[in-house]
């Protein structure tokens, strides 16, 4: 994984990915690539928000 990949730039290749699913425009053998791929984006996404989330916190509770 790209460590300077942003939240934006994974979360348009997820998208990507999902349309060309949806539009049968992978063939059989792309799938299973496509699909490991797009579960490492939602991983990515998903550890990137909670991330934020836990900062976004500490800086509330720092300023009560």
Known sequence: M?????YEEAFAQLQDIVR???????SIDE???QLKEAQRLIKFCKDRLTRTETEIQK???ERA
Do not use: C, H, P, R
């Not at 790209?2 to 942003?6: A, L, P, S, W």
């Open 31 to 33: 799938i299973a690539v």
């Open 59 to 61: 800086i509330q509770a």
């Open 2 to 6: 790209n460590q300077e990949q942003k």
């Open 20 to 26: 060309k699913m949806e539009n049968d425009e992978y």
